[in-house]
């Protein structure tokens, strides 16, 4: 492999960016056919409507197109499994480029 | 039983060995039935035996040849791509170029989405200020939408856009003046955001947009693979070396020479 003059500072940086534009990608979850992109924000949401007993609302997807969400336990359920599998794969991915930077 | 898959265009020899490396790099994570496009001379070429070996479907069917300014080396065979329709076997489609590599299987998941048509909106270049590209077409300002990944069914909806998208190929020169903008490339990426607009504008139907950003790889970009991972040097003249290890990141590899001297 040829020797490069490679910049630490410079490849943390876009490295940091494409995997949190990685994760970004893999934070989205598809359910009964609408894509939802997973923030903080939308999971705190649908945890307080959890919380709240409320079993039934309408939410937007991402692309703005209303969704009516019977069981939102079931749905909380299944966004808190997407964020987490995206969240240990961003993980790794950082662990195992950081001691190489 | 609605069938879903992968159709990229592998037409000519340079495009068979970025079809290969695609579908090698898609294999160690997913089995995704996987179709490409390739002109009648493709059996020729060894890599038309090892595709077929992985299990790919192949539609044939020839294109024309346009040059590209940053990649001389490269027939560039990627104007039927308005064709994806007709061509493709499946129900839903993940239309991709044959140079964008993918890692992971986020791609894959919009496939699921219960849409007529996807298209990516943004995407963000490796060593470049971090932006995420909006950018517009011509004095109308028609947003950029970049036919690199395009999810479709076979919808009324879909078929509509694809027709506008060969109409809009056909006519590039009446766009061209009306809207006021200058290539001198046929290039696909325009084509589709016309089509888009004008169908947009029409109101004859919406089209969703991609929820996140895809990688690009600009072509003064080298690559050094070795048997677990790839990794991507920018060489700019005008600020130090950065690179990043691909492995598990989507990309898309302007400078297909480049990936393939490191690749194959």
């Known amino acids: 492999m040829t020797e490069k003059n490679v910049s630490r500072s410079g490849s943390w940086r876009v490295t940091a960016h494409a995997l949190r534009e990685q994760f970004i990608a893999e934070n989205v979850l598809v359910y009964n056919g609408h894509a939802f992109k997973i923030t903080q924000d939308f999971l705190a949401y649908i945890d307080t409507l959890v919380r709240n007993d409320v079993t039934t609302i309408t939410v937007l997807d991402s692309s703005s197109i209303p969704f009516l969400v019977e069981d939102t336990a079931e749905f909380l359920k299944q966004l808190l499994a997407k964020h987490q599998e995206a969240t240990n794969t961003l993980a790794m991915a950082w662990a195992a480029r950081k001691n190489d930077l | 039983m609605i069938s879903k898959g992968i159709l990229a265009f592998a037409q000519g020899p340079k495009f068979l060995k970025l079809a290969l490396i695609q579908l090698t790099q898609l294999r160690q994570f997913s089995d995704i039935d996987v179709a490409y496009v390739v ?26 040849a346009q040059a590209r300014n940053y990649d001389l080396n490269t027939e560039w065979k990627n104007l ?39 298209c990516s909106k943004w995407h963000h270049c490796f060593d470049q200020a971090f932006m995420l590209d909006e950018d517009t077409i ?66 004859k139907y919406e089209f969703a947009r991609a929820p996140y950003s895809q990688m690009v790889i600009p ?12 990794t991507v040097f920018s060489t700019t003249s005008d600020r130090p070396i950065q690179k990043i290890d691909l492995t598990g990141l989507d990309f898309h590899a302007l400078n297909k020479t480049n990936l393939i001297e490191a690749m194959v």
Not at chain 2, 85 to 100: C, G, I, N, Q, R
Not at chain 2, 140 to 167: C, G, N, Q, Y
Not at chain 2, 219 to 230: D, I
């Open chain 2, 80 to 118: 039927g791509r308005d064709r994806a329709f007709e061509l493709s076997p499946w129900d839903k489609t993940l239309l991709v170029d044959a140079d964008f590599i993918i890692q992971s299987p986020a791609t894959l998941a919009l496939l699921d989405a219960d849409l007529p048509l996807i």
């Open chain 2, 219 to 230: 072509p003064w970009c080298t690559y050094e693979a070795n048997a677990n991972s790839v």
């Open chain 2, 138 to 203: 011509g004095e109308h300002a028609i947003p950029m939408l970049w036919a690199t990944l395009v999810w479709f069914d076979k919808s009324d909806a879909s078929r509509a856009l694809f027709a506008r998208w060969s109409e809009v190929l056909k006519f590039l020169k009446w766009r061209q003046e009306y809207y006021g903008f200058y290539s001198s490339l046929i290039r696909n990426d325009y084509a589709l955001s016309i089509a888009v607009h004008e169908l947009e504008q029409e109101q």
């Open chain 2, 39 to 64: 002109d009648d001379t493709a059996v020729d070429y060894p890599e038309y035996a090892k595709l077929e070996a992985l299990g790919v479907t192949f539609v044939t069917a020839n294109s024309k």
